[in-house]
């Protein structure tokens, strides 16, 4: 039975998948970015936990990174849609199915990246909160 980071972390790379872009989880960039965006869902650091003892309860706020890639001659505005997707596909449900009880991205920074031989890329990380609590920090 996976945990509930690994359960929270899957539903956050599905709501990505349902994205236009190509959701990948831990991949490496690859060589070609797809022509609707590319998004790397990264797993992040948990951090350390909030403990209650009564009931005994560990309660995260998990830092995921979603990076997010465009290029071509119109990457501006292609980053501006991609970003835009990303926080209204968050903004459905924040709680991601009931599953953690908050979930927020924080504003990207953007750089352009130069790309010899192509057109230059257009990419930022997204820090995103997961706001959830559990019994077990490893299980």
Not at 90 to 117: F, H, K
Request: glycine share 8%; charged share 20%; hydrophobic share 45%.
């Amino acid at each position: 039975m996976p945990s509930p980071r690994e359960t929270i972390l899957a539903a956050l790379h599905a709501r990505l998948s349902a994205l236009p872009a190509t959701a990948l989880r831990g991949d490496m960039l690859p060589e070609r970015v797809p022509a609707e965006g590319l998004l790397i869902l990264r797993d992040g650091e948990p951090g350390e936990p909030e403990v209650t003892l009564s009931p005994l309860a560990y309660h995260y706020q998990h830092r995921a990174e979603i990076e997010a890639v465009v290029q071509g001659a119109d990457r501006d505005a292609a980053f501006d849609m991609l970003t835009a997707s990303i926080g209204s596909a968050l903004a459905a449900d924040r709680t991601l199915g009931g599953l953690c009880d908050w979930v927020e991205a924080e504003a990207p920074r953007p750089v352009d990246l130069p790309v010899e031989g192509a057109a230059s890329l257009k990419a930022a990380v997204i820090p995103v909160v997961l706001h959830y609590s559990t019994t077990n920090p490893l299980g």
